[in-house]
């Protein structure tokens, strides 16, 4: 499930969030069904995880999600497509530590986590190397490097879906550091810029769909100011959430501009502390340099 939905996001030229769907498909999924099949209720009362994050209780008596007391290790973001009714049987122990304080307890108590290293990469390659994973699953194709500005061409690559937006590390072009810009999954194309940083790739607001609201919310109470994520950190944006009138589409504007943006990317929306849902980014504003053929100068 989670392998096949990261190939086909990956296959459609979309940046994956393979986390998000292994923690609602799987850890706090297919593993609770399991428990509550196997075992009688009253037997347990809920999955523990080592998530950073926390569980509140509302005057109502709903849970909801909330941030971290450390909010740079705050990992909300990869809890917000969980549904209301699996955050009924989660808790979230750590999540009112400090990185430092849950460090301190691990060698207090002696438990064999005490010196292991922040987790990091894909948890379901293990030790696979992820240019490898995709190889076997997608192959390789031979495609153009394009200067998004100038559209020369500048090398070639193995296939559009080795790269994401933004990356910098792996194109192997001299002359830089160079960054994706963009990709044209139809032609196999991976533009790449040495000014992505520049301001006029900058982006203010984005199109997604694909909502998940938790703690009761739904899409009309979600209009308004409320707060976003774009991406696993602490950074974080005032936004506006306004429903479209294409069907099952919303626009984001943020106060501020981001550069990262890209197609497939998960943006979580927040009440002050509260994560309230989540949504899939779809599209932006086209960047001001157009996509024109790339023009071949070897």
Same mark, same amino acid.
């Given at each position: 499930?989670?392998?096949?939905? @990261? &190939?086909?996001?990956?296959?459609?030229?979309?940046?994956?969030?393979?986390?998000?769907?292994?923690?609602?498909?799987? !850890?706090? *999924?297919?593993?609770?069904?399991? /428990?509550?099949? +196997?075992?009688?209720?009253?037997?347990?009362? %809920?999955?523990?995880?080592?998530?950073?994050? =926390?569980?509140?209780?509302?005057?109502?008596?709903?849970?909801?999600?909330?941030?971290?007391?450390?909010? %740079?290790?705050? #990992?909300?973001?990869?809890?917000?497509?969980?549904?209301?009714? #699996?955050?009924?049987?989660?808790?979230?122990?750590?999540?009112?530590?400090?990185?430092?304080?849950?460090?301190?307890?691990? #060698? !207090?108590?002696?438990?064999?986590? %005490?010196?292991?290293?922040?987790?990091?990469?894909?948890?379901?390659?293990?030790?696979?190397?992820?240019?490898?994973?995709?190889?076997?699953?997608? *192959?390789?194709?031979? *495609? /153009?490097?394009?200067?998004?500005?100038?559209?020369?061409?500048?090398? !070639?690559? =193995?296939?559009?879906?080795?790269?994401?937006? *933004? #990356?910098?590390?792996?194109?192997?072009? @001299?002359?830089?550091?160079?960054?994706? @810009?963009? +990709?044209?999954?139809?032609?196999? &194309?991976?533009?790449?810029?040495?000014?992505?940083?520049?301001?006029?790739?900058? %982006?203010?607001?984005?199109?997604?769909?694909?909502?998940?609201? &938790?703690?009761?919310?739904?899409?009309?109470?979600?209009?308004?100011?409320?707060r976003c994520k774009v991406r696993h950190g602490p950074g974080m944006y005032e936004c506006k959430f306004t429903e479209t009138e294409a069907g099952g589409m919303a626009r984001v504007d943020i106060k501020g501009k981001d550069h990262g943006f890209a197609p497939g990317q998960y943006a979580v929306f927040y009440d002050d502390d509260i994560c309230i849902g989540s949504a899939i980014i =779809?599209?932006?504003?086209?960047? /001001?340099?157009?996509?024109?053929?790339? =023009?071949?100068?070897?």
């Amino acid at each position: 499930m989670v392998v096949s939905y @990261s &190939i086909n996001e990956i296959k459609a030229g979309c940046t994956p969030n393979p986390d998000m769907m292994c923690n609602s498909k799987i !850890k706090f *999924g297919a593993f609770v069904d399991y /428990l509550e099949a +196997k075992y009688p209720t009253g037997t347990w009362d %809920r999955v523990a995880s080592g998530h950073y994050a =926390r569980i509140r209780q509302t005057e109502g008596g709903e849970r909801v999600l909330s941030m971290s007391r450390d909010e %740079r290790k705050d #990992q909300t973001y990869f809890l917000a497509s969980l549904r209301t009714d #699996q955050l009924e049987r989660c808790m979230f122990p750590i999540g009112c530590f400090a990185k430092d304080e849950v460090r301190m307890l691990a #060698q !207090k108590f002696e438990l064999a986590t %005490r010196d292991r290293k922040d987790s990091q990469g894909i948890c379901f390659l293990g030790k696979v190397d992820f240019d490898e994973f995709i190889e076997k699953h997608l *192959g390789t194709r031979e *495609g /153009l490097f394009v200067e998004d500005e100038t559209k020369e061409v500048m090398g !070639k690559h =193995r296939g559009y879906w080795f790269h994401t937006i *933004g #990356q910098r590390k792996g194109i192997g072009l @001299s002359h830089g550091p160079w960054y994706v @810009s963009s +990709k044209d999954v139809e032609n196999n &194309i991976v533009y790449i810029s040495k000014n992505y940083h520049n301001e006029v790739r900058e %982006r203010s607001s984005f199109l997604c769909s694909g909502f998940n609201w &938790i703690a009761g919310i739904t899409a009309p109470q979600a209009k308004g100011v409320l707060r976003c994520k774009v991406r696993h950190g602490p950074g974080m944006y005032e936004c506006k959430f306004t429903e479209t009138e294409a069907g099952g589409m919303a626009r984001v504007d943020i106060k501020g501009k981001d550069h990262g943006f890209a197609p497939g990317q998960y943006a979580v929306f927040y009440d002050d502390d509260i994560c309230i849902g989540s949504a899939i980014i =779809r599209s932006m504003p086209e960047p /001001l340099a157009s996509k024109a053929p790339p =023009r071949d100068v070897s």
